[in-house]
């Protein structure tokens, strides 16, 4: 049986989509900073670049982002806009034309949120219950999806949580072959690789899973797969294969075929932030503290940390209210100059 699977925890919710004991889907959602996919707004033309396709845009809270259009702009005039693409990869939002309210504000205003994470999974898997174990958070629901909602303890066992958890590793097991991520800002590469002797089946073997993997961690852009133990002259031959592991990716990836070094390259459409990217920020660590702090029942009510973690802080007012009102008691926040980036004491 399909489920949906709601942990909440102050300033973030861990979804999973579960059909018994395998995992189809994963999603992060942050309510005090959501990552704007499909929010619509009315924007100010800062500069035309019809030479890139588009043009820089401002937006209501100052951030700013890149309108593709074929229209020609003027600079300093309103249009509409959806977001098409999150801020990701150290890259700004990336937005499209969309029809102008009926009433156009004098600046730029956010008119309307795009659907959350929870409400894409639940639109992808329509019959599916929604467990969720914070009443906070099922009230933000919309109205349509109450029907849906089952209020549980604990939305996740320790097997889910274990692997939810081992998608934010570098590395995952592929049965025979084990796959190793390396994300950087132009593309992401997966090296293959195993102890064994690796040929031609034992890759195709692996596709399925690593296609599964892709899609849970939610690589996107261009990816570079180095297949283990299949000559050069031979790897292109497994690019069907490959093709047919991801026919059922719901972004719809396009296997480009070997490199003339050997390396599968395939690109998937960009949309919102990868799982490596959600964990790895500031946000993601601090937010990971707060629920650390929760789950051990630390009892300490001042947070030392460094510059980037406390920003991240109190850029989520949700998280830290949240977070006060599950413990009953407020946290103090100190910046200690001196800290790495990541660490943090309780006292």
């Known amino acids: 049986m399909t489920e949906i699977r709601a942990a909440c925890s102050p300033g973030e919710v861990r979804i999973a989509v579960t059909d018994h004991d395998t995992l189809l889907d994963v999603a992060l959602w942050r309510p005090g900073c959501p990552d704007g996919l499909e929010d619509w707004h009315v924007v100010r033309v800062q500069k035309a670049a019809p030479a890139l396709g588009g043009a820089f845009v401002l937006l ?22 959806r977001v098409s693409r999150s801020a990701q990869n150290g890259k700004g939002l990336r937005l499209r034309r969309a029809d102008m309210p009926a009433e156009p504000p004098s600046a730029p205003k956010l008119l309307e949120r795009g659907p959350t994470p929870l409400d894409e999974l639940a639109n992808r898997y329509p019959d599916a219950p929604i467990f969720v174990d914070d009443a906070g958070i099922a009230a933000k629901l919309p109205v349509r999806l ?30 025979l ?27 195709v073997a692996a596709f399925p899973e690593l296609a599964r993997q892709i899609r849970l961690r939610n690589l996107s852009g261009t990816i570079l797969v180095d297949p283990a133990g299949v000559k050069t ?29 050997g390396l599968l390259e395939l690109t998937r459409p960009r949309r919102r932030p990868p799982l490596h990217e959600l964990l790895s ?15 051990e029942e630390r009892t300490g009510q001042t947070l030392t940390t460094s510059i980037s973690l406390i ?25 200690d100059p001196n800290a790495p980036p990541a660490s943090w004491s309780l006292s």
Do not use: H, M, W, Y
């Open 146 to 175: 109450r029907p849906r909602l089952q209020r549980c303890q604990q939305a996740f066992d320790g097997a889910l949580e274990a692997d939810f958890d081992n998608l934010g590793s570098s590395e995952a097991d592929l049965g």
């Open 311 to 335: 920003k991240a802080l109190e850029s989520d007012p949700v998280a830290l209210a949240e977070f006060i009102s599950r413990r009953a008691r407020t946290l103090n926040l100190v910046l």
């Open 233 to 261: 002259r031979k790897r292109a031959a497994l690019a069907p294969f490959f093709r047919e592991a991801l026919s059922g990716d719901p972004l719809k990836p396009e296997v480009l075929g070997a490199t003339p070094s």
């Open 281 to 295: 920020s500031p946000q993601g660590q601090a937010l990971s503290i707060l629920r650390t702090i929760l789950r």
């Open 60 to 81: 209501e809270d100052g951030q700013s982002g890149f309108l593709s259009t074929r229209d020609a702009l003027i600079e300093g005039a309103l249009t509409a806009a």
């Open 177 to 203: 072959l084990t796959a190793s991520f390396f994300p950087t800002p132009a593309l992401i590469a997966i090296d293959l690789d195993s102890t064994g002797a690796p040929d031609f089946k034992g890759n």
